[in-house]
């Protein structure tokens, strides 16, 4: 966040304190305002305020993990505060483990609940229904989740489990629910053809990943798609849909006693099997790559980037801080100041470290009006490269880290949010106090730590470029490092 911004809201809270304070302590007891002259005493807590924000903010989520018998990784955080629990089941099996059949991974997450060897979809449906709980599958790139959010007394918490395990367990994978699954790929796929945001999210990952498993939509592609069969489906969930290939998650109004006795009951459900392998390393790219793909929009699609980091990673939080200041969020930003605020050639512009098992990307992107890609294109390249060189000042650093320190209780503010990280948490081999040290490892964040992990991950001599929309006559004479780039991403 920029200090100006910071001093006007520091203001504003000011402004806000004077002339609402009085009239909710006073006026609230009494009736009558007390009038101007005691508002204006008011001002004397703003000093005390400011000095709190500075102060951690206490964040207290207790966290047990334990390994069943049968290899099942088990994180628990209880919570009495509602009657609630969310429960997640996390597989090593997103689309980085597709094979030669991209989007089966997808498949089997759309078929997840779409029946069991002893019941139909209609009956899982009305059974979770009739229960009040809520039942959900996804997959990503990394994972494949299975969520369940019910009450917790007993009589609705115990058989809504039964069947979660079930449906995990012994999906149908029925051949006609499958022709149906494969009608909405299909449509999906047409759709994210027709927009060129997606079309360069699909070109970025296809080019940036070669022939690693990330490199593949989430949704396979329309060939890959049509060959993969309810044989398929089967062995994909015997092989990845194991017990020691999971992560459950319980978090709620749940003792540990219990979290021990349901985590023991699902482990002994589910299907016995190995961990999935190790992916790959990620390449870097030897050189700068430029991609355009031809469309009649009126805007370009940008997207900028490289292979960046892993979960884990010891420059983690210097990343986040710095990219916090780069383009992570809201208008503060660097890049947001530039593109936007001074120049007004873009809505709005993003940055973001991507992390997964193995290296995510690095990436920022943007749309602006064709006529003025290439403006765009060059400022963002100089722009990195003088955040680059000259790092961050520390009062902004300072900023940034305010900021986030304030931010993270509100990202734990739900049992939904805490399983979130949770799952995070045994899905990539965190601690369990991993929680207790965010803030304390967010405060020690340097300026000179930001420049530096910044300058051993990102490389602006070597940056994928992925521009989809209509190639308009480029803006000022390109360098000449700028037009290699331009020569080498003539193709795929």
Excluded at 37 to 65: C, E, I, W, Y
Excluded at 189 to 203: K, N, V, Y
Excluded at 407 to 428: D, H, K, R
Aim: glycine letters at 8%; a neutral charge; aromatic letters at 8%.
């Amino acid at each position: 966040m920029s200090r100006c911004v910071l001093r006007w809201r520091e203001a504003l809270l000011a402004v806000c304190l004077a002339l609402t304070g009085p009239w909710a302590v006073a006026g609230g007891d009494h009736g009558v305002s007390p009038g101007p002259l005691t508002a204006l005493g008011k001002l004397d807590s703003v000093p005390a305020l400011l000095a709190a924000r500075q102060s951690p903010p206490a964040v207290a989520v207790p966290v047990a993990s334990w390994v069943t018998p049968e290899g099942l990784r088990v994180f628990w955080s209880g919570n009495q505060q509602l009657p609630m629990l969310d429960a997640r089941l996390i597989y090593d099996a997103g689309a980085a483990r597709d094979g030669d059949l991209p989007g089966l991974a997808s498949a089997v997450s759309g078929l997840m609940g779409n029946g069991t060897r002893t019941r139909s979809t209609q009956q899982v449906a009305e059974g979770f229904e009739r229960l009040g709980a809520d039942f959900s599958a996804s997959s990503y790139r990394d994972m494949a989740l299975l969520e369940l959010r019910v009450l917790s007394d007993p009589a609705r918490r115990d058989p809504a489990l039964d069947l979660f395990s079930e449906v995990a367990a012994t999906p149908a994978f029925d051949n006609a629910e499958w022709v149906r699954q494969q009608s909405l790929l299909r449509i999906g796929q047409r759709q994210r053809q027709q927009s060129p945001a997606s079309r360069a999210a699909l070109a970025f990952f296809k080019r940036l990943y070669g022939d690693h498993p990330y490199a593949t939509p989430l949704s396979g592609w329309s060939d890959s798609v049509a060959r993969i069969t309810s044989d398929d489906l089967r062995a994909f969930h015997a092989r990845y849909y194991t017990v020691r290939n999971a992560v459950l998650v319980l978090v709620g109004d749940l003792s540990r006693e219990d979290a021990q006795r349901i985590s023991a009951q699902i482990s002994q459900r589910l299907p016995a099997g190995d961990a999935a392998p190790p992916l790959p390393e990620v390449k870097p790219l030897p050189r700068a790559v430029r991609l355009h793909e031809e469309m009649p929009v009126a805007q370009t699609h940008v997207f900028i980037g490289e292979p960046g980091i892993a979960h884990g990673d010891p420059d983690t939080f210097p990343l986040v801080v710095g990219n916090e200041l780069l383009g992570g969020s809201g208008f503060g930003t660097l890049l947001m100041r530039e593109l936007r605020e001074q120049r007004g050639l873009t809505y709005g512009v993003s940055s973001q470290f991507v992390r997964m098992r193995v290296q995510g990307p690095f990436q920022i992107t943007f749309a602006t009006r064709a006529d003025q890609a290439e403006m765009a294109l060059r400022l963002t390249r100089d722009l990195l490269r003088r955040f680059l060189a000259q790092g961050a000042p520390a009062e902004d650093v300072q900023s940034a880290v305010d900021t986030l320190v304030q931010a993270f209780p509100l990202s734990l503010a739900s049992n939904e949010q805490v399983a979130g990280y949770l799952g995070m948490m045994g899905f990539y081999g965190f601690p369990t106090d991993y929680l207790d040290h965010y803030v304390e490892r967010l405060r020690a964040v340097t300026p000179e730590q930001v420049r530096d992990a910044f300058r051993r991950h990102v490389h602006p001599d070597r940056l994928l470029v992925v521009t989809v929309g209509r190639k308009n006559a480029p803006a000022p004479a390109a360098t000449a490092a700028e037009q290699a780039a331009d020569a080498a991403g003539a193709g795929p």
